[in-house]
């Protein structure tokens, strides 16, 4: 049973967030007391059928949708099996982790960059954002008219809709993971 009532819990805050319903809104919505909803989802109180039933039809949603647990779904991107996007043999190297997909406004890539070696990306549209880290090496990244160092360890982030570098002016590989968002 506290299996259940931990479903019910997550399922009910999951779908009235889902549906931009305050605890206001939802106990309009379902004729169940705004307290009786907050206890609910704090996994404080065991619903009767009868509440269940309230709440089922009041936010339209199927009874198993309620109680159903969540699969939580996760995906390992297995570097060792990635072929990279771009590549110039002996200067650089671009994976793609996390490709473009509608409804999700991030990608995320690896930039290798051997010693001496730059890479000029397209520049990726209005209010686009990177955020990044060196994982390896030091970078010195060109953006606009400005240009800054940014050592292994450290993060970054700019407007990446302004024309950019990343250059590797040292003598060893030098490692980017590139967190991109799209607007």
């Known amino acids: 049973m506290e299996r259940l009532s931990s479903n019910i819990a997550t399922n009910l805050r999951r779908i009235r967030k889902m549906k931009n319903m305050s605890l206001d809104h939802a106990a309009i919505q379902t004729g169940v007391s705004k307290s009786m ?9 065991n619903p009767t059928i009868g509440i269940l039933e309230k709440i089922v039809d009041g936010m339209r949603v199927s009874f198993d949708e309620l109680i159903a647990r969540q699969e939580v779904k996760g995906y390992i991107v297995e570097k060792s099996k990635m072929v990279p996007i771009k590549a110039i043999e002996g200067k650089y190297r671009i994976y793609s982790c996390l490709p473009y997909e509608k409804g999700r406004n991030l990608e995320l890539y690896v930039l290798e960059l051997e010693p001496g070696c730059s890479y000029c990306p397209d520049l990726y549209g209005e209010r686009s954002y990177a955020y990044l880290e060196v994982t390896a090496g030091e970078l010195e990244i060109s953006v606009g008219t400005g240009t800054f160092r940014v ?10 809709e302004k024309e950019h570098a990343y250059h590797n002016k040292s003598e060893r590989s030098l490692n980017v993971t590139v967190f991109l968002t799209l607007q």
């Not at 909803?37 to 109180?45: H, K, S, T």
């Open 37 to 45: 909803l907050a206890q609910i989802e704090r996994g404080e109180a």
């Open 151 to 160: 050592k292994e360890g450290d993060f970054f982030y700019f407007d990446a």
